[in-house]
Each structure stands twice: as structure tokens, then as C-alpha cells.
């Protein structure tokens, strides 16, 4: 395969979610096609894409044919098979590879890695059996959270664990083993940084953003982090030692902790485009969806700058989509909908961003009145 990739030339997509559809958005403004691989009919990524296979991603004459179909492949999000990128991988380049996809699938080898490149994280064991567990919890302490190594998202597969009865009874309940125990961070905020790095090794990142959960859900996202500069600095400085280390070709997400004390440890790494990134498609000259389809399609890097500081707030199950006709009647947001039809309670069905001159990012009122009819739960 030659690159980079010329124009209407295909972009293979795996997975159908709004990560796709904003990747294919942008492949589109760069002149390419792309083509979705999903179980799932009329997903978000294929309302805007060329083509779509309808397939399970364990299906390998459905991987093969696709594989087939398109110049380069790419990946939504990380619970798809490994195995299933290898088989793609003989057949045309994928990016970011499936060695970094294992890496980022797996907490146990995460932790691992991110240790070996030098970055700091919260203390850590593997679990298979009570006994290493109790012995665990001897030598991190309690309180500590038990999870489990694989599949986990938006606080699903794992436990707080407070005293020794519950953490035998959340070893009992969480499978598969092992599990791992990380140490009780009492954080005082938490942040990320999206990076890209093309095959030629050229290197960028946005800057740290803060991240605010509701119901272990991003709910809002703060750029820049209202941060001390130091702590900002060494996040982003953390994520660019990831990338070059892990030999990504892509986009990647790196995800934060900031102790109490200003300490910044590094918590999940995720080798896609990133909720938290959302905020670069209207706040930045090129987005992290266009930095995603450069990278993959072998495209010189720009630099990941912003124009203006944001705010981005995730538009989350029927409440919020409800508000989807006083939302675009509101001037100051810029909304964002993913074309899905069911409005499931958790389910991330859109986000909007507002926007505020360079260096002049409000507090907590102003940032509540920008988002109009979204404002109270950031007063709560």
C-alpha cells in the first residue's frame, strides 16, 4: 500500500458508533470514502459513510471481504477482537496496530506498559486467587478497587472495595479472573490529553482537558484544564512519552488522575478518537477526527492547536435529548447528534460545545449560563 493515501481512496472503519461517524466525517472532508464494519443495521457511522458490511467482528470470510474492500483500516473503539486485526492486518495495513490494541484491552498489560515507559500510575496487582488478593491488600492498602482485566467502561466490571468481606465478595461476583487491584486514588480532578503521531514519527497533542463524570459517564469536558500550568505540562508530556514509546501510528487518548497534592498519574490509554476530544472539532483548527484520518492515511501532522477555549457537555440518555429543540434554539451551543434512534438511559446520544475567546474560559456560572437549557447539573 502506497501512501499517503490518494484522494477517494476507502478508509476502513471497525465499529459503527459516533467515533466513526465523526472519523468518516472528517475522511470526507479530506477527500476519502469509508467503509463501516458492523453488527449493528442503520448504525451512526454508516448514515454518513460510502459503504457498510453488515458483520459480527468474529466473522472471517465477512473481515476478509471487507479487508479486501478498502486501502487502510482503522478502529472506533477497543472491545473488538484482536485476533479478528491480525487476520485484517495480512491483508492491509491497520493503524493504530493490533499489538497497541491489545495493550489498551487489557488492564493487567496497561499497567505494565505504562510502568516500563516511566509513567507513573496508581499501585497495582494481579488477582486470580484470594490469597493473592488478601495479600494485595496488604501491600496497597484499603481503600482499593477490584476490576476486572478486560471489557470494562463507564464504571461497569468493577468495585470499591472498603474492608476485607467486601472485597471477597466483589472477587466472588467479578469474572473473568485475573482481576486487578489498583490503589484508591483520592483525586482531586480528573484529565486526559488526545495525541496523534504519524508513520514518520511526527508528534503532537492537544492540550490537557478536564474531565467531569456523572454516574461514572463523561458529563463535561473543560478545555484547557483549569489547571496549574506545571500539572497541565506534565500530563501532556506523559501522553507524548506513551505514543512514542507504544509506536502509534493514529490517535490515542490518555487518561489522568491529578492527586491532591498536584501528582499526575496516568489511568486508561484508548488508541481511538476520545469523548473528552470532542471539544477540537469546533474549538480547533483541525480536529482530533482529522488528526485521526491524517495519521491513518499517511498525511502530513498539523500542529494540535486550538483557536478558542471550550466547554463540551455530552447530550446523555432521554433527559437530555429531550432538550434537542431547545439546544439548537440556543445560540451559544454548538450541537452535535449521532443519528441514533433509541434513547436509552446512559446512552451517549450527542454532545453540544460552546465556546469562549482564547485565555478566556469563565468559572462555574459562566460556563452554567453558556450552556443555557444544559446549565443547571454543572451548578449541582
Known amino acids: 500500500m502506497k501512501f499517503p493515501l490518494h484522494p477517494n481512496a476507502t478508509i476502513g472503519i471497525v465499529g459503527g458508533g459516533q467515533l466513526g461517524r465523526m472519523s468518516a466525517m472528517a475522511a470526507a472532508s479530506l477527500g476519502y470514502r469509508c467503509h463501516i464494519l458492523t453488527p449493528e443495521p442503520d448504525a451512526p457511522a454508516s448514515q454518513v459513510a460510502a459503504t457498510t458490511t453488515l458483520a459480527d467482528y468474529e466473522d472471517r470470510a465477512a473481515l476478509i471481504r471487507f479487508a479486501d474492500a478498502v486501502d487502510v483500516i482503522t478502529f472506533e473503539f477497543e472491545n473488538v477482537s484482536a485476533e479478528g486485526l491480525d487476520l485484517l492486518a495480512e491483508r492491509k495495513p491497520v ?88 490503589g484508591f486514588i483520592d483525586f482531586a480532578a480528573e484529565c486526559s490529553v488526545i495525541v496523534a503521531r504519524g508513520a514518520d514519527g511526527t508528534i503532537t497533542a492537544f492540550d490537557t482537558v478536564e474531565n467531569r463524570h456523572r454516574d461514572h459517564i463523561l458529563d463535561l469536558t473543560v478545555a484547557p484544564a483549569p489547571f496549574d500550568p506545571e500539572i497541565r505540562a506534565d500530563a501532556q508530556a506523559m501522553a507524548l512519552r506513551i505514543a512514542g514509546h507504544i509506536g502509534l501510528v493514529g490517535l490515542m487518548a490518555v487518561e489522568f488522575f491529578i492527586g491532591r497534592d498536584g501528582a499526575v498519574l496516568a489511568n486508561e490509554i484508548a488508541p481511538r478518537p476520545h469523548n473528552s476530544g470532542h471539544w477540537t472539532i469546533d474549538a480547533c483548527p ?61 446512552r451517549k446520544l450527542g454532545h453540544v460545545t460552546t465556546l469562549f475567546p482564547h485565555g478566556a474560559l469563565p468559572g462555574e456560572f459562566g460556563i452554567a449560563a453558556a450552556l443555557g437549557p444544559l446549565g443547571t447539573s454543572v451548578e449541582e
Open 95 to 182: 493503524r493504530p496496530g493490533p499489538d497497541i490494541l491489545r495493550i489498551s484491552q487489557d488492564r493487567i498489560a496497561e499497567k505494565s506498559f505504562l510502568n516500563q515507559a516511566g509513567v507513573r500510575t496508581a499501585p497495582w496487582a494481579s488477582v486470580e486467587t484470594l490469597a493473592e488478593l488478601r495479600a494485595a491488600i496488604t501491600r496497597i492498602g484499603l481503600p482499593a478497587v477490584l476490576k476486572t482485566t478486560r471489557l470494562g467502561y463507564d464504571g461497569k466490571g468493577q468495585a470499591l472495595i472498603q474492608s476485607a468481606a467486601e472485597a471477597e465478595l466483589a472477587f466472588a461476583l467479578l469474572d473473568p479472573k485475573p482481576l486487578i487491584l489498583e
Open 286 to 346: 483541525a480536529s482530533q477526527f482529522d488528526l485521526h484520518i491524517r495519521a491513518v492515511a499517511g498525511l502530513p501532522l498539523p500542529q494540535a492547536i486550538r483557536h478558542s477555549d471550550a466547554v463540551m457537555k455530552n447530550l446523555i440518555g432521554p433527559k437530555d435529548i429531550a432538550l434537542w429543540p431547545k439546544i439548537v434554539a440556543t445560540r451559544e451551543l454548538i450541537p452535535h447528534h449521532y443519528g441514533k434512534t433509541t434513547a436509552r438511559a446512559g
